[in-house]
């Protein structure tokens, strides 16, 4: 595919064997280019797989602004952020309704009061993560960065499905994974590439 022409030399192999530098610049590009252009389907399975391997210390360590004097989601933006955990909130309301309803039952979700929709929806989430808010287009990067890690151990499925709503958006993406995570997927990838098993695509 187009997409792959562009890429360095032997990336796909690099990649692959995991000797790859997400830091470096022509890396970062290379997997940026290589990941936005890969089948949603596929980035997200693999993503799924990836952060179920990673271990959850090390990823609440990551994605907690603070911990280890970083602070990955704190240069989104305000929007962008609201964005992600408005995603995530979907995501895991979704999968524990069924799946299906994402970003819908993320919308409804804040205005759902009493009965079972507190114990279940966003305010029980809100509660039970001690976010500081309930309505996703508030939360800061604390609260997305609670949200982000829950997932990431309980539903590793729902952190892929909202990564793969940004696969096409590099500066999004190292922060919501976290380099291992994002290395694991992408190694995934490029394994099935190279072994012609990536649906769309043929070296």
């Not at 990836?50 to 090390?58: N, R, S």
């Not at 976010?131 to 309980?154: R, S």
């Not at 990838?189 to 990536?198: E, I, K, R």
């Amino acid at each position: 595919m187009s997409f792959l022409n562009g890429l360095g030399g032997n990336f796909l192999q690099r990649l692959a064997g995991g000797n790859m530098s997400p830091a470096q610049p022509n890396d970062q590009r290379d997997m940026g280019q290589f990941l936005g252009g890969v089948p949603r389907d596929a980035f997200q399975q693999h993503t799924a797989s990836a952060m179920g391997q990673v271990d959850p210390q090390e990823y609440s360590n990551h994605v907690t602004p603070g911990v280890g004097g970083t602070n990955p989601l704190g240069g989104l933006g305000k929007g962008l952020l609201g964005s992600l955990a408005g995603s995530l909130v979907g995501n895991m309301l979704g999968n524990q309704m069924g799946g299906g309803a994402g970003s819908l039952v993320g919308s409804l979700a804040g205005s759902m009061v009493g009965g079972q929709a507190a114990q279940g929806g966003i305010g029980g989430l809100a509660t039970m993560l001690g976010l500081n808010h309930t309505d996703p287009q508030q939360m800061d990067e604390n609260d997305v960065a609670k949200l982000a890690t829950h997932a990431q151990q309980n539903n590793p499925q729902a952190l892929a499905a909202t990564a793969a709503q940004y696969q096409n958006q590099p500066n999004v993406l190292p922060g919501l994974l976290g380099n291992k995570g994002l290395l694991l997927a992408g190694a995934g990838l490029a394994a099935a590439a190279l072994g012609g098993n990536l649906p769309g695509i043929s070296l």
